[in-house]
């Protein structure tokens, strides 16, 4: 199966920047979508941020301009770079990666997510 580690979220300030990381590991064979997803009290789970396995990627319209999601394959990491944060990015941030096992299964995997909370 497939592991997912994230890190780097915390308490920043309006207009500061903070680095999401999101780590995989398990009996992968190779990895394909690997997106950002943000979830807020009393809202849906919502796409942030997605790459593919060559590079194209796509963001939500709120998020344009200010992210910037990235993958390192022979980390098997994705990053969000968050700059110009505003106090509605406020919400837990999870990972999603589609990948496919030694066993040539394809699995969808999440991490555990981290907190983001812009304030003054």
């Known amino acids: 199966q497939v592991q997912l580690v994230e890190s780097g979220g915390g308490l920043v300030q309006p207009g500061g920047s903070l680095k999401l990381s999101c780590a995989a590991s398990?009996?992968?064979?190779?990895?394909?979508?690997m997106d950002w997803y943000r979830q807020a009290p009393g809202n849906q789970r919502e796409l942030v941020a997605g790459?593919?396995?060559?590079?194209?990627?796509n963001y939500a319209d709120s998020v344009k301009g200010r992210f910037t999601i990235s993958r390192d394959n022979t980390k098997r990491t994705v990053y969000l770079q968050m700059n110009s944060l505003k106090p509605e990015d406020t919400a837990f941030y999870y990972c999603?990666?589609?990948?496919?096992?030694?066993?040539?299964?394809?699995?969808?995997?999440w991490g555990q997510g981290t907190q983001v909370t812009v304030s003054s």
């Open positions: 398990g009996s992968i064979f190779s990895i394909h979508d």
């Open positions: 999603k990666v589609e990948a496919v096992l030694t066993s040539r299964a394809i699995v969808v995997s």
């Open positions: 790459i593919t396995s060559g590079g194209f990627t």
